[in-house]
């Protein structure tokens, strides 16, 4: 899907919420769309003091956590990094879909799976022990299919 198109259903989804995506908002989501791996914060903040001189560690954070909120990115905390969600423009809400990341500790590929039978087997997991799950990420690190070949 082109870049543009994701931005802009990535607005309709906020306007429908009632919340706005930003002209900064937008430019964050976009250098988060265009990273070929998850990306840090202050990666995002060298970036856009190319286009926005007085862009601090604020002006980023306020927005990654909007972006978040929305359901439009996802924290890895593995790598203290941000990446785009792939259900985003399904708009289940922020996040309310089961996702896993696949993390190749070589060459840093990240990959996003959706897999609800795996969430399930955690969440029962978790109720055989009382608890009651409200979020799940995990992060499973490894090696990719490329890495693995001898």
Not at 56 to 73: C, K, N, S
Not at 83 to 110: K, N, V, Y
Not at 122 to 133: D, P, T
């Amino acid at each position: 899907m082109e870049l543009d198109t994701m931005l802009e259903q990535a607005a309709a989804q906020c306007a429908k919420r009632g919340a706005q995506l930003t002209p900064l908002r937008r430019q964050v989501l976009r250098l988060v769309l265009e990273a070929e791996q998850p990306v840090g914060a202050y990666a995002l903040l060298d970036q856009l003091k190319a286009q926005r001189a007085g862009a601090a560690p604020p002006t980023v954070y306020r927005a990654l956590d909007f972006l978040l909120e929305q359901g439009l990115i996802h924290k890895l905390e593995r790598l203290n990094a941000f990446t785009p969600c792939i259900e985003a423009g399904h708009d289940h809400g922020a996040h309310s879909h089961p996702h896993q990341f696949l993390i190749c500790r070589r060459c840093g590929t990240t990959t996003e799976l959706t897999d609800h039978e795996a969430a399930h087997a955690l969440e029962a997991a978790a109720a055989r022990a009382g608890f009651r799950v409200e979020r799940m990420t995990v992060e499973l690190e490894g090696l990719c299919a490329a890495c693995a070949k001898p």
